[in-house]
C-alpha cells in the first residue's frame, strides 16, 4: 500500500486504490484513526471544563462612583451644576 496515494486520494476513491483483500484492513485502520481523533477531542474538551471550574469567578459590573466620564460615572460634559439655557 502506497501511503502517500491514500493520504492524498481522501475518503471517497480509497476503494479503488487497494485490492480487495487488503480493503478490510485499510477501513478498520481508517475507522480506528478516526475514532482516535475523536477521542482526543473530547479528552480535550473535558478537561478545559474540569479546569474552568477552578477559575475564580469576578464580577465585571462597573463599580458605581466612578469619575465622570469613566466606569460607573456620571456621563462627561458639563460640570455639575453649571445652567445651561436655564436647565441646571
Known amino acids: 500500500m502506497d501511503i502517500t496515494a491514500i493520504s492524498?486520494?481522501?475518503?471517497?476513491?480509497?476503494?479503488?486504490?487497494?485490492?480487495?483483500e487488503q480493503l478490510p484492513l485499510l477501513l478498520g485502520a481508517y475507522n480506528d484513526a478516526v475514532t482516535s481523533t475523536f477521542y482526543v477531542a473530547v479528552g480535550c474538551a473535558?478537561?478545559?471544563?474540569?479546569?474552568?471550574?477552578?477559575?475564580?469567578?469576578?464580577?465585571?459590573?462597573?463599580?458605581?462612583?466612578?469619575?465622570?466620564?469613566?466606569?460607573?460615572?456620571p456621563p462627561a460634559g458639563r460640570p455639575p451644576g453649571v445652567k445651561v439655557e436655564g436647565k441646571v
Open 8 to 20: 492524498s486520494a481522501g475518503v471517497g476513491d480509497i476503494r479503488s486504490l487497494v485490492s480487495e
Open 46 to 73: 473535558c478537561i478545559a471544563f474540569v479546569a474552568a471550574l477552578f477559575v475564580e469567578w469576578k464580577s465585571v459590573k462597573a463599580e458605581k462612583g466612578g469619575p465622570p466620564g469613566g466606569v460607573g460615572g
